[in-house]
């Protein structure tokens, strides 16, 4: 079954496994020694810029790959970083988030359902009155 890359470049076959490029400012580049490069993304991955010339198969500017808005950052239209939610964060939170949800845990831990929300561990209770971890009693 054929498998789409998260970021929509074309997955190549290595060795009889079929590998996402490496994005970022490896896009281009082979996936393993002695293969073709992959095509051209037609989007822009986070710190990219959605001008830069000979990188994209679609004519510029490209939309960046997560729908995010570039931003100028000295004199260039970057696509942002990709948000991530810290310690005692709700990985849902629209508000904080622009609306990107869900996102992952910043630690690259997973998320935990705590009171109802799903937080990323370590932080503090959502609710001040209930313990951040569960007790013994004595």
């Not at 998260?6 to 490496?22: E, R, T």
């Not at 010339?53 to 696509?79: F, I, R, W």
Request: proline residues 13%; charged residues 15%; contains cysteine.
């Amino acid at each position: 079954i054929p498998v789409t890359c998260c970021d929509h470049q074309a997955a190549q076959n290595c060795d009889g496994k079929m590998l996402c490029p490496l994005g970022g400012k490896h896009y281009g580049k082979a996936v393993c020694p002695g293969k073709e490069p992959a095509q051209k993304p037609t989007c822009a991955s986070e710190g990219r810029d959605v001008y830069e010339e000979n990188t994209y198969s679609a004519p510029n500017p490209v939309a960046c790959c997560d729908g995010q808005v570039p931003a100028n950052q000295h004199g260039k239209m970057l696509c942002p970083a990709k948000p991530c939610a810290h310690p005692g964060q709700d990985v849902y939170d629209d508000y904080t988030f622009k609306g990107h949800t869900p996102v992952h845990c910043c630690d690259g831990q997973k998320a935990a359902n705590q009171n109802g929300k799903m937080l990323c561990p370590g932080g503090a209770s959502p609710n001040p009155w209930l313990p951040a971890k569960p007790c013994a009693n004595p």
